[in-house]
């Protein structure tokens, strides 16, 4: 068949004869498309807005539901049961692609976003997530354009607030706590106020890493380095202390002890001899031969006792030299 004879036919073409099966056609596909624009389904984590004509009209829960056809009213799914997060410095996989470009990298290999002035004029890089719910569905899709962008600036400018109030070894140390208890604190209080009404609340606030930038990490470790060997050797120090002081003291009140100890010993011993020698003198001007007698035998008895051989020899007798065996003596 030529161009011409197909020409032909197509003027010669009746389409009275497909009228009806048209109108059949046409009417199952307004049908279909009627039911497809007037029903919905709504997952068990989610709420749904439904706006009618441009303007919201209700929300919705989970399950089938049903809506003007045409869309003449439309619905907007929110993950109100879904816990969500905004993370600052660095990017999951899953949301690397998304944010590929909006944000400059810097020389380490960050985000620009987490690089933060501190109070004494340092430099720290500051990793962070914002986890957050949607509570209000309606205020989230339509009070505030763009709610991410929104939240994340927030997010943004409250960290920096929080940080630059504090020193770098606050950030670095002991203050990290803190700085996500009052970061969380202000985020609520902005969420909530009437300005920026976004329709969600703040779970929590987790610092991630908190570190010097690439560029000062050698200079800073090495301070770093110093500071701990001086309080370890402030600890070794305050340690000897804590244990030559007791050491010491315990030294001196057993020297003490002692010698008060002694002092009393002599002092009794003194005391008794005196009353010792006060009550021989008592006696011996009593009976002076007697006592006189007595002293000499006691003190001989004490003699005898220390010498290990005795020889008693009466100052009469004469030559008893050549009885005494003096070589064995000797």
């Known amino acids: 068949m030529n161009q011409n004879d197909f020409l032909n036919e197509l003027e010669n073409f009746d389409l009275s004869k497909y009228k009806g099966v048209m109108i059949i056609f046409a009417g199952i596909l307004v049908v279909a498309f009627t039911g497809y624009t007037s029903v919905f389904t709504v997952d068990p984590e989610e709420r749904a807005v439904v706006l009618r004509f441009g303007k919201v009209d209700r929300d919705v829960g989970q399950g089938l539901h049903f809506k003007l056809p045409f869309f003449m009213d439309q619905e907007f799914k929110v993950p109100v049961q879904r816990q969500l997060k905004l993370e600052f410095g660095f990017r999951t996989p899953s949301e690397e692609s998304e944010f590929q470009g909006r944000f400059p990298s810097t020389a380490g290999g960050g985000l620009a976003e987490s690089l933060m002035l501190t109070g004494d004029l340092n430099v720290a890089n500051v990793e962070w997530v914002t986890q957050y719910t949607i509570v209000d569905p309606a205020v989230y899709l339509f009070k505030v354009r763009n709610v991410d962008r929104t ?25 990290r706590g803190e700085i996500q208890d009052e970061a969380m604190r202000k985020l609520q209080a902005l969420v909530k106020a009437k300005a920026y009404t976004l329709g969600i609340t703040v779970d929590r606030v987790i610092l991630q890493s908190v570190s010097p930038p690439d560029e000062v990490k050698p200079a800073f470790n090495e301070v770093n380095q110093a500071e701990q060997e001086m309080k370890t050797t402030i600890l070794n120090a305050e340690a000897t202390v804590q244990r030559e002081i007791p050491k010491a003291e315990g030294t001196a009140k057993q020297t003490i002890e002692g010698a008060e100890g002694y002092a009393v010993k002599r002092v009794n011993e003194a005391m008794g001899a005196a009353s010792r020698f006060t ?52």
């Open 151 to 175: 939240f994340r600036d927030m997010n943004e400018a409250v960290m920096r607030e929080v940080v630059g109030d504090r020193t770098i070894n606050e950030v670095l140390t002991t203050g």
């Open 279 to 330: 009550q021989v003198f008592e006696e011996y001007k009593k009976a002076p031969e007697i006592t006189r007698q007595r002293i000499y035998l006691e003190t001989m008895s004490d003699i005898y006792q220390a010498v290990d051989r005795k020889i008693i020899i009466d100052e009469n007798v004469n030559g008893v030299l050549p009885l005494l065996n003096l070589d064995r003596e000797r």
